[in-house]
Nanobody
Framework: QVQLVESGGGLVQAGGSLRLSCATS????????MGWFRQAPGKEREFVAA????????YYADSVKGRFTISRDDAKDTAYLHMTSLKTEDTAVYYC????????????????????WGQGTQVTVST
């Protein structure tokens, strides 16, 4: 059974940092693109960041560029999202996602491109 399990969310003050982890199991995602999305109350799920299957390329939403960093450690079957300079508008449930086909590049921004999803972890940024 394929599982993606996020951790590392919590309550943080504005300007603070958090590192989210996404532990995968059930199959290897070492050659598959992965991403992070988020959904705030009353809003649609939105793209945050993605990393290519090789790890050599990363992609970010304009709203987080320069503040968030996505990375992956395939030896640990884990992806990360390091968030700094957090703002109240970053408050949301953050979801880890993985694409299905290995060695595929191209569509990183659309949720429909990702087959596997975690349950999400809450990030709350206070003033």
């Amino acid at each position: 059974q394929v599982q993606l399990v996020e951790s590392g969310g919590g309550l943080v003050q504005a300007g603070g940092s958090l590192r989210l982890s996404c532990a995968t199991s059930g199959r290897s995602f070492s050659n598959t693109a992965m991403g992070w999305f988020r959904q705030a109350p009353g809003k649609e799920r939105e793209f945050v960041a993605a990393i290519s299957w090789s790890g050599s390329s990363t992609y970010y939403a304009d709203s987080v560029k320069g503040r968030f960093t996505i990375s992956r450690d395939d030896a640990k079957d884990t992806a990360y999202l390091h968030m700094t300079s957090l703002k109240t508008e970053d408050t949301a449930v953050y979801y880890c996602a993985a694409q299905s086909a290995p060695f595929r590049s191209g569509n990183y921004y659309s949720a429909e491109a990702y087959r596997y999803w975690g349950q999400g972890t809450q990030v709350t940024v206070s003033t």
